[in-house]
């Protein structure tokens, strides 16, 4: 598995015209095409340029300060104090102070946070539990949990943050990021990013071997064909958790029915055919680079066994939805097409569907190569709010274990992340998750600014 | 020699040999990095399964060698034995599966025990690659020495006489040596009013003592005691002033050993809202720079010049009013030192490298002929080389070494003292 990850890296380093190694150039403009919306989350682009968290996830998976610079627990984990970086502004030069931060996570997650309070102390932010969370700095660093100037902006389209970047405006479906001259971390070394959204793979792919886009998607199914056409692609880790969500009502009260439909599922099937070998097969729902135990959990269909768990009498017709694209669309299928192999009636529908929904073809994201957070935050997710204490590998499995021997969530299949990178485009590095690290990109042929 | 003599001198040849073995294998065993974690392993297995037979199955999910597997299995197995386990054909009924597995912090040794329809668990960690050992490359090996470590970012450090003085982003700080560790003695405000560039690394200077010692942050300029003295006196100004690149007056000691090079002091424009020095010097040294991001003083066998690293990546040495290109630098980073070893040619270019990497490293060079060639094994520097520095005596490098702290969750910034032993 790791070799994989090496090869990734690799993938990733040949991509990256890091050759001259020197020290980067500030200026220029990059041009970054997306498909979907990146105000979107988790995982939204533009949101991790504009926006900052309390912390941040090392690349050695540990949080690390960012606007806190430091954090104590008390109380066995039940109170967390985080103090605040002093000196910091938002992009409209108000302070960062902590009753600012406390109004942006309150917007964030309001009664559904995984902490029962949380006040602002002078400079600090105290969160309390009636249950420990061993995990808040490292939860704190996921996207869900950055902070935005509350009440200024519209935080879904134009949100006001502290990050490298600031919401210049919206035009012709493109949206203008300015470089934050005052950004705490440092000027990131782009004067701007233009980022065109709703923009098909086959365009963006077209847009950058004209020379009209420096950074563009390329889904894990398409990886193989972006090679193919010779794009330069910079791929992640497993970023990306391909699983079933099956209900526990319904048909499928019947946990050997889940179970059986568990059993059904072709996962090579799935990797060779719909995500040309781009994925990595799983059971677990942590990949084995952040567990080391994957291989503990069985990848194989067994329909000998499948039969036996559904019992003689077939179930009545289940409905399959589905969270995503054309390959997604695709998988839903395919995994139809096993579980007829079953012995179940089953159909797809589009996720929207008002109908009762038994299971669902969901993508989940991988927020921390740390095991603790990253499934305390996939099972948050799927709606499975079981904590995860910082715990040894053993007790780390046998949690994932009681998850997953309920069937509610079957892990299928772990993906990369992906990008076609231009030729000008000089440093990027993909974060843990997958997104790229704009702040420290910059561009090959951009002009140095004369002093004045 | 009769039959008996001859027996009793084949069974002394023969225990000498099961000693000689025996030492071999103790001294291997003492050596084993796998030694400890299989008797952990063993140990754990033994408490689940209790004393019996069982088939013992390894697999190996890891990076470890084949090679090493048999050691690991023989390991376990003696482990297993001492504990009243014995390693078994595969008709036993109880089955050990270990599979070497790994994660990408640490290596993860899981036993599957099986009994009938039971399966029951057993995992220790191990560090990963404790076991590879540092190859010894070149005709020196670097050393490091952790002397100080803040939570402050540390744009530069330099230890002049007894005193360590840091250039932070907002201040100098002078700390004295004292029998108690590191004592603060002087901290000046910088005054600093524009916010640092996200890549402070070239930001500063710090001239060689004796000859006043200086510190530049983004537009602005520090000037200290000419001679370090208890009494520091900082004072620090707005300027757009050139920077000194070089002592004024300095004496460096040649590549030969009588030879010593009288150096003009040169001042280079910076450019402090894009981090790199411009290329235009004073005085000019004949050859047309491009612009550049660190520059030092050179001496060589037939004079000295300037070695720069351009912002384009290239390395570059100026010398008798021409510019020269410098191969074998392309893993350099853009920052560099010079390093009075004492080895080889006597003088290296100490270099940072592997931006790619969490963890830099550094190396050391030697540079006949315009080529850079490896002197040294790479130091691998535990986490991000911010900054480089050769000190006063050229007799080391002040590092500064950007690293994430566990527990304590905070960032921390370690000068370390890099030094050359000739091998």
Excluded at chain 1, 130 to 154: F, H, T
Excluded at chain 1, 341 to 356: E, K, L, M, R, S
Aim: one cysteine or more; a negative charge.
């Amino acid at each position: 598995m790791l070799r994989q990850v090496a090869i990734s890296c690799l993938i990733a380093a040949l991509a990256l015209p890091a050759l001259a190694r020197t020290r980067p150039h500030y200026g220029g403009t990059l041009r970054v095409e997306v498909e979907g919306d990146p105000w979107q989350r988790p995982g939204g682009l533009a949101r991790s340029l504009v926006l900052d968290g309390l912390t941040t996830m090392s690349p050695e998976g540990t949080a690390q300060p960012a606007l806190a610079v430091e954090w104590k627990s008390e109380n066995d984990d039940h109170r967390w104090q985080f103090r605040l970086r002093p000196g910091v502004h938002f992009h409209d030069g108000t302070s960062l102070n902590s009753s600012g931060v406390v109004a942006s996570l309150t917007a964030v997650c309001g009664a559904a946070c995984p902490w029962t309070a949380m006040h602002a102390v002078g400079s600090s932010v105290v969160f309390t539990s009636d249950s420990p969370i061993a995990n808040l700095p490292e939860l704190l660093a996921g996207d869900d949990y950055r902070i935005a100037l509350a009440g200024a902006g519209n935080p879904e389209t134009a949100p006001i943050g502290t990050g490298p970047f600031q919401f210049k405006g919206f035009s012709n479906g493109v949206i203008t990021l300015a470089a934050n001259d005052n950004c705490w971390q440092g000027r990131p070394f782009l004067d701007a990013v233009e980022m065109r959204i709703h923009r098909p793979i086959r365009d963006q792919w077209l847009d950058l071997s004209v020379g009209r886009a420096d950074l563009v998607e390329v889904p894990a199914e398409q990886m193989r064909q972006a090679h193919d056409q010779r794009l330069t692609v910079v791929a992640s880790p497993p970023a990306l958790l391909l699983a079933l969500a099956v209900s526990d009502t319904g048909a499928l009260a019947n946990p050997n029915l889940r179970a059986a439909i568990a059993l059904s599922v072709d996962r090579s099937a799935l990797s060779n055919v719909i995500f040309q070998k781009q994925g990595e097969i799983t059971a677990s729902l942590l990949p084995a680079e952040v567990t080391g135990y994957a291989f503990l959990f069985p990848t194989d269909r067994d329909l000998g066994k499948a039969h036996e768990l559904r019992g003689g009498a077939a179930p009545p017709l289940l409905t399959l939805a589905v969270e995503g694209g054309a390959a997604m669309q695709l998988a839903a299928q395919r995994i139809a097409l096993n579980l007829r192999d079953a012995g179940f009636n089953i159909q797809v529908a589009a996720a929207a569907t008002p109908q009762h929904i038994d299971l669902t073809l969901r993508r989940f994201q991988l927020e921390s190569n740390q095991p603790q957070p990253a499934l305390e935050s996939i099972l948050r997710a799927a709606g499975l709010a079981v904590p995860v204490p910082q715990s040894t590998p053993e007790e780390l499995y046998k949690i994932e274990r009681q998850v997953l021997d309920t069937h509610m969530l079957i892990p299928l299949l772990y993906l990369p992340r992906a990008y076609g990178v231009g030729g000008r485009v000089r440093d990027l590095r993909l974060s843990l998750d997958g997104t790229p690290q704009l702040a420290n990109v910059s561009l090959s042929d951009a002009q140095p600014e004369v002093t004045p | 020699m009769t039959p008996r003599s001859g027996l009793r001198r084949v069974s002394k040849i023969a225990v000498l040999i099961l000693l000689v073995a025996g030492w071999f294998r103790s001294a291997a065993a003492a050596s084993s990095p796998w030694e400890q974690p299989a008797a952990a392993l063993a140990e754990q297995i033994a408490a689940i399964l209790g004393p019996g037979q069982a088939h013992l199955i390894i697999r190996n999910n890891s990076q470890i060698s084949t090679d090493e597997i048999p050691a690991i299995r023989a390991f376990l197995e003696q482990d297993l034995k001492a504990r009243s386990i014995q390693a078994s054909g595969a008709e036993s009924a109880n089955i050990i599966r270990v599979t070497l597995s790994e994660n990408f912090r640490e290596r993860l040794w899981v036993a599957e025990i099986v009994e009938g329809n039971e399966t029951r668990l057993a995992m220790i960690r191990l560090q990963a690659g404790a076991e590879q050992p540092q190859a010894m490359i070149g005709g020196l090996t670097l050393r490091n020495q952790s002397i100080f470590t803040t939570i402050q970012p540390v744009l530069a450090a330099l230890e002049i006489g007894n005193d360590l003085v840091l250039v932070e982003s907002e201040e100098i700080v002078i700390y004295a040596h004292s029998t108690d560790g590191w004592k603060q003695q002087t901290l000046v405000g910088i005054g600093q009013r524009k916010p640092l560039p996200r890549d402070p690394g070239p930001l500063f200077y710090l001239p060689r003592a004796g000859q006043g010692s200086g510190a530049g942050v983004a537009g602005m300029s520090c000037q200290g005691a000419t001679q370090p003295t208890k009494d520091w006196s900082i004072h620090c100004r707005e300027s757009d002033d050139p920077w000194l690149l070089t002592p004024p007056q300095s004496t460096q000691r040649g590549a030969s050993a009588d030879m010593n090079i009288q150096l003009t002091p040169l001042r280079a424009f910076y450019n402090s809202a894009r981090d790199y020095f411009t290329g235009v010097v004073t005085p000019s040294i004949g050859a047309d720079l491009p612009p550049f991001y660190t520059a030092v003083l050179l001496p060589r066998s037939d004079g000295g010049g300037l070695l720069l690293n351009g912002i384009d990546g290239k390395v570059m040495f100026a010398e008798g009013g021409a510019l020269k290109p410098v191969t074998g630098a392309r893993d350099w980073v853009s920052d560099f030192a010079t390093l009075d070893s004492g080895c080889g040619p006597g003088i290296q270019i100490v270099a940072s490298g592997s931006g790619e990497a969490i963890a830099d490293s550094l190396r050391a060079y030697d540079l006949p002929a315009l080529e850079a060639i490896p002197a040294s094994a790479p130091l691998t520097m535990d986490g991000t080389v911010t900054a480089l520095w050769t000190a006063p005596d050229n007799k080391s490098i002040f590092v500064v070494v950007r690293k994430t702290a566990a527990p304590a969750h905070a960032e921390t910034y370690e000068v370390d003292r890099v030094t050359a032993s000739c091998n």
